[in-house]
Nanobody, 125 residues
């Protein structure tokens, strides 16, 4: 059984940084397109960033381009989201997801193979 467990959320001031981690068990991170979504109160879930199976292709949403960086550690079977220059609008629950499709389906699709339980990120001014 595949499980995704997020960690690293918390509270930070605007301009600061946080690093989220997603620990994957049951399958290798290289078996899936891995990535992050987020959902703020009263808003739709939105794509944040993803990384493909080889680890050579990464894609980030426009709203986080240049600020958030996705990476992975194949040996530890973990995926990370380094969040820099945090803004108040980054406040949301962040979810790790795994998809057996492509980057395109990961970004645009609503269904994914596996989800984590989410971790709260709160940014204050």
């Amino acid at each position: 059984q595949v499980q995704l467990v997020e960690s690293g959320g918390g509270s930070e001031q605007a301009g600061g940084s946080l690093r989220l981690a997603c620990t994957v068990s049951g399958r290798a991170v290289s078996d899936y397109v891995m990535g992050w979504f987020r959902q703020a109160p009263g808003k739709e879930r939105e794509f944040v960033a993803c990384i493909n199976r080889s680890g050579f292709r990464k894609y980030a949403g426009d709203i986080v381009q240049g600020r958030f960086i996705i990476s992975r550690d194949v040996e530890k079977n973990m995926v990370y989201l380094q969040m820099n220059s945090l803004e108040r609008q980054d406040t949301a629950v962040y979810y790790c997801a795994a998809d057996s499709g492509s980057i395109a389906t990961f970004v645009t699709g609503s269904e994914h193979d596996y989800w984590g339980q989410g971790t709260q990120v709160t940014v204050s001014s």
